[in-house]
């Protein structure tokens, strides 16, 4: 059985003014609680307790978490917000005819109930599992919107079978150009664009340069968040895509093994100057974690192979070819076809690359130990 950690973002139902207000208060609060820990030497931070800061009046529980995140972030010099946070000791779930609420308490000898509301109905089934024992409550944490929408989040882990291995594989191939090609196990290969990721990378580029020419940095920040967002949610709609697909064709994923592709791919000048191009800002390593855990929540099993000459590797015999921007032509047999799709259909069907290995002695012979420690070898990698 696997686990699986999900963190449920839901929005407060009927949170009148007042307690906005107190909200927000206590969040300024925690902040400046926070940057004290951070003020202080760390050989006095690992020694803090909730006795430490008994003139606070945040619960103790929300002051033991919040001296755990200032511990945690050796690197912060200073919050600009720290959310409020506690424990899965500190706060109960209950049900309360159509909608679920959620009490706690922030002040210390206080504890009250607040109502929040669902939308999603995967939410829905997560809090009923809370509810009845088969989902685990984690932490929680009361953020707020840019907007000044409070939201609850929940985190909840629950185990999972783990996915059935599968003989049917649906070949991912990455790319900037065209950042997710799957070939599927029936012969169909599905494209998904990335047209709308390289306008957004360059757009915005184009606008934080304006905005610091002019020296507005905060401007700046704020488009980068953004950016960011946009670009995230592109990554979770494909994912999604990515492993419903998967259960369609009832296949597992099987992506090329990127790690540290950045360092060693080479760029040249003109392309690491396109925002659009940049490798720098290519987010395949986002898509593959959003593709993990929505498939490990549905059962569909996940692989990785080594990547190499996929991309130059013709799928029908085999012979090596260096592709033409998106045109994958073979030289031996006349194999065409879109570059990417080849590298996604042999990722498909990759099976593990090896040559056999006859070691014969030469003329002269060879001495008996060197001839053993050859065989030896030999086996070794044969193994």
């Known amino acids: 059985m696997a686990t699986l950690t999900k963190t449920l973002k839901l929005p407060f139902l009927r949170l009148n003014k007042a307690k906005a207000q107190e909200f927000a208060r206590l969040e300024c609060l925690n902040t400046e609680v926070a940057n004290q820990i951070l003020a202080m030497p760390k050989a006095e931070r690992r020694e803090l307790t909730t006795s430490s800061f008994t003139h606070v009046e945040i619960a103790s529980g929300w002051i033991n978490q919040t ?13 600009r917000r720290l959310p409020l946070e506690t424990n899965n000791q500190n706060w109960t779930l209950h049900r309360v005819g159509d909608t679920f609420s959620v009490s706690f308490g922030l002040l210390r000898g206080t504890r009250k109930r607040i109502p929040i509301e669902v939308h999603v109905a995967s939410h829905r089934e997560l809090l009923e599992a809370i509810l009845n024992g088969s989902a685990k409550p984690g932490n ?67 606008r934080r340069q304006m905005l610091q020419a002019t020296g507005k940095h905060r401007a700046v920040r704020k488009l980068e968040n953004k950016e960011r967002r946009i670009v ?33 791919a080479r760029q040249r000048k003109d392309t690491r100057s396109d925002a659009g191009q940049n490798r720098d ?25 080594p990547p190499h000459y996929t991309s130059q590797t013709c799928h029908r015999c085999g012979a090596i070819n260096k592709r033409q921007k998106h045109a994958y032509v073979c030289t031996r047999c006349g194999y065409k076809a879109h570059a990417d799709a080849n590298a996604a259909m042999n990722v498909r069907d990759w099976y593990g690359l090896c040559c056999p290995l006859v070691l014969h002695a ?9 001839l053993n420690w050859v065989r030896e070898t030999a086996a070794q990698a044969a193994a």
């Open 140 to 206: 929680i944490k009361l953020f707020c919107s840019r907007r000044g929408i409070w939201y609850v989040l929940i985190s909840v882990s629950m185990e999972v079978p783990d996915a059935e291995p599968r003989d049917r594989w649906i070949g991912v191939d990455r790319g900037q150009n065209v950042p997710v090609v799957a070939a599927t196990p029936d012969g169909p290969v599905v494209f998904w664009k990335a047209r709308q990721i390289r306008h957004v990378r360059r757009v915005f580029a184009r």
């Open 232 to 264: 995230t949610h592109m990554n979770h709609v494909m994912s999604k895509q990515l492993v419903a697909l998967a259960k369609r064709c009832k296949a597992g994923i099987r992506f090329e093994d990127l790690s540290g592709i950045r360092a060693s």
């Open 67 to 79: 001296i755990r995140n200032a511990n945690a972030r050796t690197k912060a010099k200073h919050f």
């Open 362 to 370: 030469p003329a002269g012979g060879l001495h008996e130990p060197a």
């Open 281 to 305: 800002y290519w987010p395949f390593y986002q898509l593959e974690t959003f593709v993990r855990y929505k498939a490990l929540a549905a059962g569909v099993a996940v692989d990785a192979v």
